[in-house]
């Protein structure tokens, strides 16, 4: 393998590269990304970037701070919009403009995008990029009267929280009878909605948006079900994303919700995924997952970048099987969820009602996962935990 290629120049691809060179890759290696910024880090755009000054030079992810210390060939700002593989390996990543740029091996790391609400009108935004977030964070600099933030999962309640913090009002609308339903189970869902409401958030739950009142392009409230208008020029969609794959169309991968791969994470001879965009045989679970997570990015792409290079040279490679591990700030609680929700449910330390808690999920007696509340310790033990499929009973013991 002489010519490598990432695309998607952030948190996964950005690992990628450098798990390539690290592990001796001395081949020509090109980073291709839309966004015309180098990589920078997105968990601050719905925290601190919103709440405090807003520095974006902070927001660089330490592995770019010198972008030719990895010598790699940047092109950014340009969209790779198709591709063409060779038989049996390697091919052309196509650009935005008709360029081509030759592979032997690929890493395919395009993350995801915010699905939209329709119609499209000012002042509703989404987030997922910087741009995204400077234009947020104007929003908010107006002062608006409202903020209706649409979808109560993490990004929505990330927003809402420094929405909170810049002293807006807020209502958040979930259609859902409970917040985050996807990711944990509902009462500790019901915890996150009592937390904001503590923080004078209008929570509506079971809510269902049926429209929006305009002036002209310009939203001035959303409509609800039950005939209620609630007055707003700032709605927040955090609706969920759309991994991007459509520039893999037509070129033989299996596209499903992400590019699916087998458990390296190899979608096809000398092509690997990472990140928010790829769907791998995680050998924990019994399904393919997709994990719209730092870490998992993180850990992902230098896996990806190792995973190449072994192909490259005809080398086996352990199955890629971390535990998943996500966090999320709200107001002054850090949330932290080792693994995943399970069928049964027993609390190690605290409760619900404090806010602040152990709280351990299992299956037959075995530990799939856990939620930490303000208990930063206990997550990283529960992390191992998971790791080793501790019994129930250990685990009480350790995170009690
Ligand atoms: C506001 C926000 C807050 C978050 N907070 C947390 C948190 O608290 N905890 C946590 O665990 N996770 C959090 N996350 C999730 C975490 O940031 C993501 O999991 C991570 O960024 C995924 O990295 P990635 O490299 O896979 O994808 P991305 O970061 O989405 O990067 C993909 C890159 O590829 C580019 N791209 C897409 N298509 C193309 C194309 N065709 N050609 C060229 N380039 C392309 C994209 O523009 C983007 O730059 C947050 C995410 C957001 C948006």
């Not at 995801?112 to 947020?136: F, Y």
């Not at 019994?286 to 850990?299: S, T």
């Not at 856990?370 to 191992?384: G, S, T, V, Y």
Request: aromatic fraction near 6%.
């Amino acid at each position: 393998m002489n010519r490598a290629v990432v695309v998607g120049a952030s948190l996964a691809g950005l690992h990628a590269a450098q798990a390539l060179r690290r592990q001796g890759f001395d081949g020509e290696l090109t980073l291709i990304g839309d966004e015309p910024h180098y990589p920078y880090d997105r968990p601050p755009l719905s925290k601190e970037f919103l709440t405090g000054p807003g520095d974006v030079d902070k927001l660089r992810l330490r592995a770019a701070a010198d972008p030719d210390a990895l010598g790699v060939r940047w092109l950014l700002g340009r969209r790779a919009v198709g591709l063409n593989r060779h038989e049996p390996s390697g091919g052309q990543v196509l650009l935005d403009g008709g360029e081509a740029v030759d592979f032997d091996g690929l890493v395919v790391a395009t993350g995801a995008r915010p699905r939209r609400l329709a119609p499209e009108l000012d002042g509703i935004h989404t987030l997922r990029s910087l741009d995204d977030a400077v234009g947020l964070r104007e929003a908010f600099d107006a002062g608006p009267a409202r903020v209706v933030v649409i979808g109560f999962g993490f990004i929505g309640a990330e927003v809402a929280a420094s929405a909170r913090a810049r002293g807006l009002e807020v209502t958040v609308l979930e259609a859902a009878e409970a917040p985050l339903a996807r990711v944990l189970d509902a009462e500790a869902g019901m915890a996150v909605a009592d937390l904001h409401r503590g923080h004078g958030v209008d929570v509506r739950l079971g809510a269902t948006l049926t429209g929006f009142t305009v002036d002209g392009r310009a939203v001035t409230g959303v409509e609800l079900g039950d005939g209620t208008v609630i007055e707003a020029s700032v709605v927040v969609a955090g609706i969920g994303v759309t991994p991007n794959t459509g520039w893999l169309e037509g070129a033989g991968l299996t596209l499903d919700d992400g590019l699916v791969a087998d458990e390296t994470c190899l979608a096809a001879p000398g092509i690997v995924v990472a990140g928010d965009v790829g769907r791998w045989p995680n050998p924990r679970f019994d399904r393919l997952i997709r994990v719209e997570q730092w870490d998992n990015a993180v850990e992902m792409g230098g896996y990806a970048g190792r995973r190449l290079l072994a192909w490259g040279r005809g080398e086996a490679v352990e199955p890629f099987a971390p535990v998943p591990w996500f966090w999320s700030d709200q107001y002054d609680r850090k949330i932290q969820l080792a693994g995943v929700p399970g069928p049964g449910v027993a609390m190690a330390q605290g409760t619900l009602a404090e806010q602040r808690f152990v709280r351990v999920y299992h299956r037959d007696g075995v530990v799939v996962g856990a939620l930490c509340w303000n208990r930063p310790r206990q997550a990283i033990q529960a992390r191992e935990l998971v790791g080793r499929e501790a019994p129930l009973d250990e685990a009480l013991q350790v995170l009690g």
